[in-house]
Antibody, heavy 123, light 112 residues
Framework: QVQLVESGGGVVQPGRSLRLSCAAS????????MHWVRQAPGKGLEWVAV????????YYADSVKGRFTISRDNSKNTLYLQMNSLRAEDTAVYYC????????????????WGQGTLVTVSS | QSVLTQPPSVSGAPGQRVTISCTGS?????????VHWYQQLPGTAPKLLIY???NRPSGVPARFSGSKSGTSASLAITGLQAEDEADYYC????????????FGTGTKVTVL
């Protein structure tokens, strides 16, 4: 069965960096676009970024553009999110989510989600 | 920040029918993009509930149904059960500069 397991969250000071990972299993990772979605404490869901199946295309929400970088290693079935210049408003649970095709800029849904990893940005 | 608007909360007694609305605009739902729904039980990750406006993934009970019309969509739960108490989010695609994938503001369903 499909499994997505995030890791790398923690407490970090404003302005510092953190890298999240998402280990995938149960499907052919290299043939699907992958996403990061976050949820601030007590708030709703916010899409963060997407990467194509081969890593050649990446898109970001305006709120993280220029600070966050999404990447993947298909040989390790792992998705990453490098977060730089972190702000208090980046505090959230970060979920990785699987797209249903390899296409990135396409209207579709997320069929599987990981359990999430909490990032807290605080001094 | 959400571009899709949902009521903050709805409630109903066991066995009743409740509906959740999701209102968008001409750059998302009104642009004929499909609406999808997710259920988030307390302390857990979101789970796909309805895709493509009205389709249920395998394993989702038939008491959950979805529909879409114009710039809005709805999720209905008939025969409400205690285990349906959760947060529900709609999701679509947006062609404006604000981003691709957009979520609703979320609705808390309470079973009385």
């Amino acid at each position: 069965q499909v499994q997505l397991v995030e890791s790398g969250g923690g407490v970090v000071q404003p302005g510092r960096s953190l890298r999240l990972s998402c280990a995938a299993s149960g499907f052919t990772f290299s043939t699907y676009a992958m996403h990061w979605v976050r949820q601030a404490p007590g708030k709703g869901l916010e899409w963060v970024a997407v990467i194509s199946h081969d890593g050649s295309k990446k898109y970001y929400a305006d709120s993280v553009k220029g600070r966050f970088t999404i990447s993947r290693d298909n040989s390790k079935n792992t998705l990453y999110l490098q977060m730089n210049s972190l702000r208090a408003e980046d505090t959230a649970v970060y979920y990785c989510a699987k797209g249903i095709t390899m296409i990135v800029a396409s209207p579709y849904y997320f069929d599987y989600w990981g359990q999430g990893t909490l990032v807290t940005v605080s001094s | 920040q959400s571009v899709l608007t949902q009521p903050p909360s709805v409630s109903g007694a066991p066995g009743q029918r409740v509906t959740i609305s999701c209102t968008g605009s001409s750059s998302n739902i009104g642009a004929t993009y499909d609406v999808h729904w997710y259920q988030q039980l307390p302390g857990t990750a979101p789970k796909l509930l309805i895709y493509g406006n009205s389709n249920r993934p395998s394993g989702v009970p038939a008491r959950f149904s979805g529909s879409k019309s114009g710039t809005s969509a709805s999720l209905a739960i008939t025969g409400l059960q205690a285990e349906d108490e959760a947060d529900y989010y709609c999701q679509s695609y947006d062609i404006s500069l604000s981003g691709f994938y957009v979520f609703g503001t979320g609705t808390k369903v309470t079973v009385l």
